[in-house]
């Protein structure tokens, strides 16, 4: 019964803001890395974010770096996506899933899953005017 279930997407205007949630069951999340990952209409899945299983420490790719924080509370074993500033290259189904990766190159962050294949059933985002 091992289960990831993100909630909170809906539709907001450019330059709004939303919060997603990732709330596990099954097992702890302070255990894993968490990412934030999306997958926006006739697109592959892009890798957000990746935070420690601490919380302490978050990589963003450039896209949303700046706009997007990540937080953790283990007393509920859910992981928080704060969307701000968002824009209509935003719009997307967002997942959330255990160990992912962050790989450095050129000067920023590209987010990849780990070899711990837990994924959510996705929550939409569509930011429209």
């Known amino acids: 019964q091992v289960q990831l279930v993100e909630s909170g997407g809906g539709l907001v205007q450019p330059g709004g803001s939303l919060r997603l949630s990732c709330a596990a069951s099954g097992f702890a999340l302070s255990y894993f890395t968490i990412g934030w990952f999306r997958q926006a209409p006739g697109k592959g899945r892009e890798g957000v974010s990746c935070t420690s299983s601490s919380g302490d420490s978050t990589q963003l790719v450039d896209s949303v770096k700046g706009r997007f924080t990540v937080s953790r509370d283990n007393a509920k074993n859910t992981v928080y996506l704060q969307m701000n500033s968002l824009e209509p290259e935003d719009t997307a189904i967002y997942y959330c899933?255990?160990?992912?990766?962050?790989?450095?190159?050129?000067?920023?962050?590209?987010?990849?899953?780990?070899?711990?294949?837990?994924w959510g059933q996705g929550t939409q985002v569509t930011v429209s005017s």
């Open positions: 899933a255990t160990d992912c990766v962050a790989r450095y190159y050129r000067g920023s962050y590209n987010i990849y899953r780990g070899g711990t294949d837990y």
